[in-house]
């Protein structure tokens, strides 16, 4: 997947998709987040457990173990490797969810630049994402689960979030859910592609800078 998402509801629409009873934690303040072009580095919401408590944070998108000596910090983590590889070990018992609103690829229609197209659920629900994070410290930051794509979604991009529904987003954020059930969780169980939407939008999208509500527009025609 590219690296812009959009999440411009606010955070308690989020916690009400996910349907978790108990109080929250809320370090990300109750207006609508109003982010519409968020990109790798910049920070964004997200839910963990903590303390017996569902906490929404804002943590930086992109993540890299001190020891790595390389220049790119990754911001996606393939689900096929991560549970069983050296670079993510550190962070793979610490799971969340990333809610968003959408997110944007880019496609090779044969013109002179890519087409921007916004991807979301058919319904408009939040898609929450499963995501391994690092929560404080100097190298806090997240990185998102992605898996090979299918059906539709191969004619937009070759690889999509693990995107869950809130049943398995809860035992993903669950503590107590072994590492194990955790991967099969995300290798297996994430949404269908039959769920989902996209329609191309504005280049717009591609300057970081733009971030208003037009960016998610439908592009007439």
Same mark, same amino acid.
């Given at each position: 997947?590219?690296?812009?998402?959009?999440?411009?509801?606010?955070?308690?629409?989020?916690?009400?998709?996910?349907?978790?009873?108990?109080?929250?934690?809320?370090? $990300?303040?109750?207006?609508?987040?109003?982010?519409?072009?968020?990109?790798?580095?910049?920070?964004?919401?997200?839910?963990?457990?903590?303390?017996?408590?569902?906490?929404?944070?804002?943590?930086?998108?992109?993540?890299?173990?001190?020891?790595?000596?390389?220049?790119?910090?990754?911001?996606?983590?393939?689900?096929?490797?991560?549970?069983?590889?050296?670079?993510?070990?550190?962070?793979?018992?610490?799971?969340?969810?990333?809610?968003?609103?959408?997110?944007?690829?880019?496609?090779?229609?044969?013109?002179?630049?890519?087409?921007?197209?916004?991807?979301?659920?058919?319904?408009?629900?939040?898609?929450?994402?499963?995501?391994?994070?690092?929560?404080?410290?100097?190298?806090?930051?997240? $990185?998102?689960?992605?898996?090979?794509?299918?059906?539709?979604?191969?004619? $937009?991009?070759?690889?999509?979030?693990?995107?869950?529904?809130?049943?398995?987003?809860?035992?993903?954020?669950?503590?107590?859910?072994?590492?194990?059930?955790?991967?099969?969780?995300?290798?297996?169980?994430?949404?269908?592609?039959?769920?989902?939407?996209?329609?191309? $939008?504005?280049?717009?999208?591609?300057?970081?800078?733009?971030?208003?509500?037009?960016?998610?527009?439908?592009?007439?025609?």
């Amino acid at each position: 997947m590219c690296g812009r998402l959009s999440q411009y509801r606010g955070i308690h629409d989020f916690v009400d998709a996910l349907s978790m009873p108990g109080a929250l934690v809320n370090n $990300v303040g109750d207006q609508p987040l109003g982010h519409f072009n968020l990109a790798p580095s910049t920070p964004v919401a997200l839910l963990h457990i903590a303390a017996a408590s569902l906490h929404a944070d804002l943590l930086p998108w992109g993540w890299r173990p001190h020891w790595s000596k390389d220049h790119a910090t990754p911001i996606n983590a393939r689900v096929e490797k991560v549970a069983h590889g050296a670079f993510f070990r550190a962070i793979w018992p610490h799971r969340a969810i990333v809610p968003i609103d959408s997110w944007f690829e880019w496609v090779d229609e044969g013109r002179a630049k890519k087409q921007p197209y916004l991807i979301r659920r058919a319904d408009q629900r939040p898609a929450l994402c499963a995501a391994i994070a690092q929560f404080s410290g100097e190298h806090a930051g997240f $990185v998102m689960l992605t898996a090979d794509s299918e059906g539709g979604l191969l004619d $937009v991009h070759d690889r999509r979030p693990v995107v869950l529904a809130p049943a398995f987003a809860r035992q993903w954020l669950d503590p107590a859910t072994a590492g194990e059930h955790a991967e099969q969780i995300a290798l297996h169980l994430s949404e269908p592609a039959t769920l989902f939407e996209w329609y191309p $939008v504005s280049s717009a999208v591609g300057n970081v800078r733009n971030q208003g509500a037009e960016l998610i527009a439908r592009l007439p025609g």
